[in-house]
């Protein structure tokens, strides 16, 4: 009680135990009795009959004086309520005797009312309902993936964080430090007043994994103008102290790169959807997809587009493949669910814990009976959780329940590294085999849907080789222009986006076409290297000017596909996405430090002007080392 904050519980408890432990002393008889077992009531001779003395007075002498309306509907004057109370064990006496005598008492019966076979019915069907219960809570010591050391929610799956683990296993030490400080210091020697304000300790439980952590960021602006501020001081003392501003100028002047970064730390993001409406106005919008195409789904979308989950997981298993299975038609007898892998250590880590950034519910898949947590979002922030929720599709949908919807359909479906083919020859059994060409250390499903796409189009005839991709995201998009030119031929690549009434197919031929090979080709670094998941933005500058410069010079095109065909980036490269940042900030100058120093001169001291200037080339080295990396690993898919 100490440990977990009751302070009623924990004042009139504590007391009542030191009166208990003093009972041999100063309530020697009282004592004696209780030993011997004279807490109990024997009313009649019924065996196993016996109640407490509490519960004994409540079922006979306060049940038997009650009148209509209590005491307030009794009487109002304080003699005749006295009086009432008075003699209160004698009318109880007299309605008990009453009883006797007209039979309407049973305490001559020897038969238990538990044994009658209705109670035992009863009693059966509840125990019955425990069983059920426990039955679909996972079993804490025998789940897939589970680390020993982790504290499992028995009845949800979750699993407790850090500091939730931390506080449930200190739980009990803590209290009975508290419990024996309270009674030295309230009950033994009366240093505290016994009803002073406890100590709240405020220890975290499961519950608290509910509660949704809300905060906010209010230090980007001010960082921006400290930032500025910064600079109007070092003009001034240039002036005074004959200093070279552009030399000044030549470092970045804060801990972190605030064109790259937000000042905790964290990437900076940009709108990558106005890239995705940019690029399709350049190609066309088709109404239908052709009946032979096979479909390829973003098993991360799918999940993302629940809203509210159903009841269960084996609930939610059909939904997700009834939703994957409507693709499928007499001609078209394949489909692919592609998912993201999740390792400890990748590229995206720091977007998966920005992603996460209001909390996260861990919690492991055991089997299909298990609830669906009501907080969907914040389950889906957890990468273990979704990866233990692809596995356990796997499982779901290899068992016999689906073999009449597998019937001479294929279903690829990816869990980690690996991919698996569910299929069914006869309706009655599945078959489950993995898929060695499709199997990759890819963590992103953006990239490995083309690794999918170029199976599908190198193993069906010409002809035949639509593929459509069903995803929202404006990277799938960006990929399938970049390898467009790359396909086995007579491939098209069709992608499926948006919801609803805004649920439109994008032809992506048609906007190769527009933009031309040698664009396409540098589609992938320049979006790499102006922002994606993985990789930093420059603050203020969109898509839309970046694309432009590709669009208008070969030697930029040219520099990001240089970029996005090797990891570690060569000189030339680093020396070109200099120039290409000074363009960017529409400067001609030849060195981003000139850029970053007219910047300065023209708008350093407008209070509205927030754009930060260009990093400095130390910095832009590892953002272009990180663009490189993230870009060479999508072109090498196909």
């Given at each position: 009680?100490?440990a977990?904050?009751?302070?009623n519980?924990?004042?009139?408890l504590s007391?009542?135990?030191?009166?208990?432990?003093?009972?041999?002393?100063?309530?020697?008889?009282?004592?004696?009795?209780?030993?011997?077992?004279?807490?109990?009531?024997?009313?009649?001779?019924?065996?196993?009959?016996?109640?407490?003395?509490?519960?004994?007075i409540?079922?006979?002498?306060n049940?038997?004086?009650?009148?209509?309306?209590?005491?307030v509907?009794?009487?109002r004057?304080?003699?005749?309520?006295?009086?009432?109370?008075v003699?209160?064990?004698?009318?109880a006496?007299?309605?008990?005797?009453?009883?006797?005598m007209?039979?309407?008492?049973?305490?001559a019966?020897?038969?238990?009312?538990?044994?009658?076979?209705?109670?035992?019915?009863?009693?059966?069907d509840?125990?019955?309902k425990?069983?059920?219960?426990?039955?679909?809570?996972p079993?804490?010591?025998?789940?897939e993936?589970?680390h020993?050391?982790d504290?499992?929610?028995?009845?949800?799956?979750?699993?407790?964080?850090?500091?939730?683990?931390?506080?449930?296993?200190?739980a009990?030490?803590?209290?009975?430090?508290?419990?024996?400080?309270?009674?030295?210091?309230?009950?033994?020697?009366?240093?505290?007043?016994?009803?002073?304000?406890?100590?709240?300790?405020?220890?975290?439980?499961?519950?608290s994994?509910?509660?949704?952590?809300?905060?906010?960021?209010?230090?980007?602006?001010?960082?921006?103008?400290?930032?500025?501020?910064?600079?109007?001081?070092?003009?001034?003392?240039?002036?005074?102290?004959?200093?070279?501003?552009?030399?000044i100028?030549s470092?970045d002047?804060?801990?972190i790169?605030?064109s790259?970064?937000k000042?905790?730390?964290t990437l900076a993001?940009?709108?990558?959807?106005?890239?995705?409406?940019?690029?399709?106005?350049?190609?066309?919008?088709?109404?239908?997809?052709?009946?032979?195409?096979v479909?390829?789904?973003d098993?991360?979308?799918v999940?993302?587009?629940?809203?509210?989950?159903?009841?269960?997981?084996?609930?939610?298993?059909?939904?997700?493949?009834?939703?994957?299975?409507?693709?499928?038609?007499?001609?078209t007898?394949r489909?692919?669910?592609?998912?993201?892998?999740?390792p400890?250590?990748?590229?995206?880590?720091?977007?998966?814990a920005?992603?996460?950034?209001e909390g996260?519910?861990?919690?492991?898949?055991?089997?299909?009976n298990q609830?669906?947590?009501s907080?969907?979002?914040?389950?889906?922030?957890?990468?273990?959780?979704?990866?233990?929720?692809?596995?356990?599709?796997?499982?779901?949908?290899?068992?016999g329940?689906?073999?009449s919807?597998l019937?001479?359909?294929?279903v690829?479906?990816?869990?980690?590294?690996?991919?698996y083919?569910?299929?069914?020859?006869?309706?009655?059994?599945v078959?489950?085999?993995?898929?060695?060409?499709?199997?990759?250390d890819?963590?992103?499903a953006?990239?490995?849907?083309?690794?999918?796409?170029?199976?599908?189009?190198?193993?069906r005839?010409?002809?035949?080789?639509?593929?459509?991709?069903?995803?929202?995201?404006?990277?799938?998009?960006?990929?399938?222009?970049?390898?467009?030119?790359?396909?086995?031929?007579?491939?098209?690549?069709?992608?499926?986006?948006?919801?609803?009434n805004?649920?439109?197919?994008?032809?992506?031929?048609s906007?190769?076409?527009?933009?031309?090979?040698?664009?396409?080709?540098?589609l992938?670094?320049?979006?790499?290297?102006?922002?994606?998941?993985?990789?930093?933005?420059?603050v203020?500058?969109?898509?839309t000017?970046?694309l432009?410069l590709?669009?208008?010079?070969?030697?930029?095109?040219?520099?990001m596909?240089?970029?996005?065909?090797?990891?570690?980036?060569?000189?030339?490269?680093?020396?070109?996405?200099?120039?290409?940042?000074?363009?960017?900030y529409?400067?001609?100058?030849?060195?981003?430090?000139?850029?970053r120093?007219?910047?300065?001169?023209?708008?350093s001291?407008?209070?509205?002007?927030?754009?930060?200037?260009?990093p400095?080339?130390?910095?832009?080295?590892?953002?272009?080392?990180?663009?490189?990396?993230q870009?060479?690993l999508?072109?090498?898919?196909?």
């Amino acid at each position: 009680m100490l440990a977990y904050d009751r302070p009623n519980h924990t004042r009139y408890l504590s007391l009542y135990w030191m009166e208990m432990k003093d009972l041999p002393n100063s309530h020697l008889s009282f004592h004696a009795a209780l030993a011997s077992g004279e807490f109990c009531v024997q009313r009649s001779d019924r065996p196993f009959a016996q109640t407490p003395v509490d519960q004994a007075i409540e079922n006979t002498v306060n049940k038997n004086m009650k009148t209509r309306g209590g005491i307030v509907g009794f009487s109002r004057n304080p003699s005749a309520v006295h009086k009432w109370m008075v003699n209160a064990h004698f009318r109880a006496d007299v309605y008990e005797q009453c009883k006797i005598m007209t039979g309407l008492t049973d305490a001559a019966s020897t038969v238990h009312k538990d044994s009658a076979p209705s109670r035992i019915k009863s009693s059966e069907d509840d125990v019955q309902k425990v069983l059920t219960v426990i039955s679909h809570w996972p079993n804490p010591f025998d789940v897939e993936g589970q680390h020993t050391s982790d504290l499992m929610n028995i009845s949800s799956g979750a699993t407790a964080s850090d500091c939730i683990k931390r506080d449930l296993l200190e739980a009990s030490s803590i209290g009975n430090k508290q419990f024996l400080s309270f009674v030295d210091d309230r009950l033994k020697n009366g240093e505290t007043s016994f009803f002073d304000k406890l100590p709240a300790n405020k220890l975290k439980t499961f519950t608290s994994m509910a509660k949704t952590a809300r905060f906010s960021v209010r230090g980007k602006q001010v960082a921006i103008l400290a930032d500025r501020a910064f600079f109007v001081r070092a003009l001034v003392i240039a002036q005074n102290r004959s200093m070279d501003l552009k030399k000044i100028l030549s470092f970045d002047l804060s801990p972190i790169p605030l064109s790259l970064a937000k000042p905790d730390g964290t990437l900076a993001k940009t709108a990558k959807s106005v890239l995705l409406h940019k690029l399709e106005k350049l190609g066309s919008s088709l109404v239908t997809v052709p009946e032979n195409a096979v479909t390829i789904w973003d098993g991360m979308a799918v999940l993302q587009s629940i809203s509210k989950p159903p009841a269960t997981f084996a609930d939610l298993a059909k939904t997700v493949f009834l939703t994957i299975a409507a693709s499928l038609s007499f001609s078209t007898t394949r489909v692919d669910f592609v998912c993201d892998t999740y390792p400890d250590v990748s590229i995206k880590c720091i977007e998966h814990a920005s992603r996460a950034g209001e909390g996260v519910l861990r919690m492991n898949v055991a089997h299909g009976n298990q609830k669906c947590p009501s907080q969907w979002k914040r389950f889906l922030a957890e990468g273990s959780n979704k990866a233990s929720l692809v596995q356990y599709f796997v499982t779901e949908w290899s068992s016999g329940r689906y073999a009449s919807l597998l019937q001479n359909r294929q279903v690829y479906v990816t869990v980690g590294p690996r991919c698996y083919l569910l299929t069914s020859s006869d309706g009655v059994g599945v078959s489950s085999a993995l898929v060695s060409d499709l199997a990759t250390d890819q963590v992103e499903a953006d990239t490995r849907m083309l690794l999918h796409a170029n199976h599908i189009a190198t193993n069906r005839p010409e002809g035949s080789r639509t593929v459509v991709l069903c995803s929202p995201d404006t990277d799938v998009l960006v990929l399938c222009c970049a390898v467009a030119h790359k396909m086995p031929a007579g491939t098209r690549l069709i992608m499926k986006t948006g919801s609803g009434n805004n649920k439109r197919y994008i032809d992506i031929p048609s906007i190769a076409s527009s933009l031309g090979e040698r664009v396409c080709n540098a589609l992938s670094g320049m979006h790499a290297f102006t922002g994606c998941d993985s990789t930093s933005a420059f603050v203020g500058k969109g898509k839309t000017a970046a694309l432009a410069l590709v669009q208008k010079s070969e030697k930029f095109a040219d520099l990001m596909v240089q970029l996005s065909s090797a990891f570690d980036p060569s000189p030339d490269v680093l020396s070109g996405c200099e120039e290409f940042v000074y363009n960017l900030y529409g400067h001609k100058e030849r060195s981003v430090s000139l850029c970053r120093y007219q910047l300065f001169c023209a708008k350093s001291c407008l209070a509205d002007q927030l754009v930060p200037p260009p990093p400095v080339l130390c910095r832009k080295k590892k953002h272009v080392a990180r663009a490189a990396y993230q870009s060479t690993l999508a072109t090498l898919i196909v």
